[in-house]
């Protein structure tokens, strides 16, 4: 075969796989308006709580589930109450699929590359994580979006603080711009998350008093009863259900620590995906819709594996492919759906706890990368 035909037979079969990625992703968002949004739902009714001058904290505000983010989330949620619940649900997709986009667009363009959005798009609807995040309607991708825009462009804090200020494991990130030595972006961030906290003393002080001082944060309970369930897919649920839960503040403070080091040595966007990760490991309660940091962490395989052909980097390539929910099933199903396939041994441990080896994979590759220190 001559070589142009060669290569025009290769730029073919990669446009024919960016059309396909994105027609199925398009289904995909469309599939996604017809589930039932249990998270938007709980969302819409903390709105509707705010606006009826109730209280957020005191009972479960849709069915039998609490509310747990900090006041001030609360009064963003608001416009999703002012709306019909399909309203609602047709902006919390879209909105969703436009900063999934973004999500992967900005981890091109960190590490230099051009950005394939479409296939990566495609690849990543299929993981647990983001699929979950989308059909149940949740706030991760917003999360991921305003952190990654800020420390791959020039937020200077503004974006970690205001997702600190509207979910609290967004924290660490403050930490990583100390550990980096930009003190100033992380005083930036503090101040605007601390700017949040003061907007909810000022919209709702009963709330605000309630949730800072009245045992409602960090107490992973309201997630969910059983702490110990494999939806836990934190650290702490590893240790809880191996009957270790004295060792979690620990192991969770040197596994931090571990994270900033490495991550001191990493480029840019594994930098910043490593304490991603990092985040959903250390947090109480990760449901596996938590760990979204994998969408900027597919681009970091695939640039390595397939841009500068280090071979070593398809094992978390595999890992991401696991991460499918029929395969995440077979250690964790949902409630309701019967016994899990997997129910002891290696196999269910892999499988059980795979976010978390995912994430002890990376950590080992990217202590070991050839790449520079990220770009302050």
Partial sequence: MPVSLGIQVKQLVCRAVSVGSGGFAVVVLVLAVRAEAIDLAVYRAAGEVVLSGGNLYDAAVWRDLKFTYPPVAAVVFVPFALVSPFVAKVCAVAGNGALLVFIVRRSWRAIGGRPVVAVVVGFV??????????????????????????????????????AAGLKLT???????????????????????????????????????????FGGVVGDPSRIYADLTSTHNQSLRGLLLRAGLPDLWPWIAALVCLVTFLIARRCDRLL????????????????????????????VVV??????????????????????????????????????????????????????LVLFAVVLALAANSRTGPAEL
């Fill in 125 to 162: 609807l299929l993981t647990e994580a983001v699929h979950a995040s989308i059909y149940v309607g949740q706030v991760n991708l917003l999360l991921v979006a305003l952190v990654l825009g800020d420390l791959t462009g020039r937020g200077r804090g503004i974006g970690v603080g205001l």
């Fill in 271 to 298: 930098a910043v995906t490593l304490v991603g990760l990092c985040a959903a490991a250390v947090s109480p309660w990760s449901w596996g819709h938590h760990w979204v940091w994998i969408i900027p962490l597919t």
């Fill in 302 to 355: 695939a640039d390595r594996v397939f841009l500068r052909g280090q071979r070593i980097w398809a094992v978390p390539g595999v890992l991401l492919l696991a991460t499918f929910p029929w395969v995440l099933a077979l250690a964790d199903p949902p409630d309701g759906a019967g016994p899990a396939v997997l129910a002891e041994g290696p196999l269910w441990f892999l499988v059980g706890n795979l976010y």
């Fill in 170 to 212: 967004p924290l660490v990130f403050v930490v990583y711009l100390v550990v980096v030595g930009r003190f100033r972006d992380a005083a930036v961030a503090v101040g605007v998350a601390i700017g949040t906290v003061v907007v909810g003393f000022v919209i709702l002080p009963a709330d605000s008093v309630t949730y800072w």
